[in-house]
């Protein structure tokens, strides 16, 4: 029993990436697909929804055998399949959810739907197997800035959230007007490397009587007003400055709040997630400050920071644990709640 072999065929399709992945026991990632569609998305500046789904529908088949065979097994050596069934765009997530219905009904298994922030948790379990609940995480994606107390396994408390823009969208903005393409999170990132983080000072929003909420919009405005006033000048704007100040204020902001709820709270473990989780300027400064602080940091590498299939396998692994199955009216829940099931 104790040595007993859980293989979980995973399935993600709520936003622009077609994703799926065979992982054992919630932590060993045997395979990971994906297909992703930024380069169809990139002419509109954004994910086009219809778009996302008519293309999920055309690659989900081909992800699924590709994971399958990296894995080295067949559908037989599968125990549980795992289904990304919100939040995210309902088109894009119904073609997931059919599809995982499709398969462990033709084969008789057993479907666990998973949330999709609970994924991007989970994505800090695969490379740091000492990694066991409770332990603060900072979830930054294109659609979530959250800052939750992970308390067991797929039990969270919620302690901040962004009021306004997720991280993630506030980056793409800002690289939006500055003339960078969709996603503009990773081309930021590089940029603000060849400028002077101190060069432009941007506000910090801060929320009364909520320690622990964020808000991106004031930076944005702040970015596009600046902006404004250098083009009305004829002056040059010095885009790597720009970018560097920006990811400046947003990452100091993402990691004041972190520590101050890693103290409040008697965290000794913090980790990051999500999609912003790739940026290189949060990940060092928040390294810099759980040092400072004596906690230790965890963060996934890059691939699994960004939309994937493993860590959905992963969630589903602890939900699948626990005892969680879903019947066949499982249905996508573009607005799902973090902790239902
Ligand atoms: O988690 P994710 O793939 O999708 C959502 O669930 O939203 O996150 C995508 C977001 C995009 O806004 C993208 O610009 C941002 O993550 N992102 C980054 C970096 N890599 C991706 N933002 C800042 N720096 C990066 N290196
Ligand atoms: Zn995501």
């Known amino acids: 029993?104790?040595?007993?072999?859980?293989?979980?065929?995973?399935?993600?399709?709520?936003?622009?990436?077609?994703?799926?992945?065979?992982v054992e026991n919630g932590r060993r990632v045997l395979s990971?697909?994906?297909?992703?569609?930024?380069?169809?998305?990139?002419?509109?500046?954004?994910?086009?929804?219809?778009?996302?789904?008519?293309?999920?529908?055309?690659?989900?088949?081909?992800?699924?055998?590709?994971?399958?065979?990296?894995?080295?097994?067949?559908?037989?050596?599968?125990?549980?399949?795992?289904?990304?069934?919100?939040?995210?765009?309902?088109?894009?997530?119904?073609?997931?959810?059919?599809?995982?219905?499709?398969?462990?009904?033709?084969?008789?298994?057993p479907l666990v739907g998973v949330h999709h922030i609970e994924g991007h948790v989970s994505a800090d379990y695969i490379e740091h197997p000492e990694l066991e609940p409770p332990f603060l995480c900072l979830v930054v994606s294109g659609g979530h800035t959250e800052l939750v107390i992970v308390e067991d396994y797929?039990?969270?408390?919620?302690?901040?959230?962004?009021?306004?823009?997720?991280?993630?969208?506030?980056f793409d903005k800002v690289a939006r007007a500055i003339g960078l393409s969709y996603p503009g999170g990773p081309q930021i990132d590089k940029l603000a490397k060849e400028g002077d983080p101190h060069s432009i000072v941007f506000p910090k929003a801060k929320i009364e009587g909520a320690p622990y909420?964020?808000?991106?919009?004031?930076?944005?405005?702040?970015?596009?007003?600046?902006?404004?006033?250098?083009?009305?000048?004829?002056?040059?704007?010095?885009?790597?400055?720009?970018?560097?100040?920006?990811?400046?204020?947003?990452?100091e902001v993402l990691v004041e709040h972190t520590m101050r709820a890693a103290e409040g709270f008697h965290m000794k473990h913090v980790a990051i997630a999500g999609g912003v989780a790739a940026n290189q300027g949060l990940r060092s400064a928040m390294q810099a400050a759980c040092e400072r602080a004596g906690i230790r940091f965890y963060r996934p590498s890059p691939i699994y920071c960004t939309d994937n299939a493993a860590m959905i396998g992963a969630a589903a692994y602890y939900s699948y644990k626990k005892g969680v199955r879903h019947g066949w009216d499982l249905n996508a829940v573009p607005n799902l709640r973090l902790g239902e099931h």
């Open 1 to 22: 029993m104790g040595d007993e072999k859980i293989r979980i065929l995973a399935i993600e399709t709520s936003c622009d990436e077609t994703a799926a992945a065979v």
């Open 32 to 109: 990971n697909v994906i297909s992703s569609q930024i380069s169809l998305h990139r002419t509109y500046g954004g994910v086009v929804p219809e778009i996302a789904s008519r293309k999920h529908i055309e690659k989900i088949d081909q992800v699924i055998r590709e994971a399958l065979a990296g894995a080295d097994v067949t559908l037989d050596g599968i125990d549980a399949v795992g289904v990304t069934y919100g939040p995210g765009l309902v088109g894009a997530l119904l073609v997931g959810v059919a599809e995982a219905k499709a398969i462990s009904y033709a084969r008789g298994l």
């Open 154 to 170: 797929g039990v969270f408390k919620i302690l901040g959230r962004t009021r306004d823009d997720a991280a993630g969208e506030a």
């Open 213 to 251: 909420d964020f808000s991106f919009s004031g930076v944005k405005s702040s970015v596009l007003n600046y902006l404004n006033q250098h083009k009305m000048q004829g002056k040059e704007i010095p885009r790597a400055d720009l970018a560097a100040s920006f990811q400046h204020a947003v990452v």
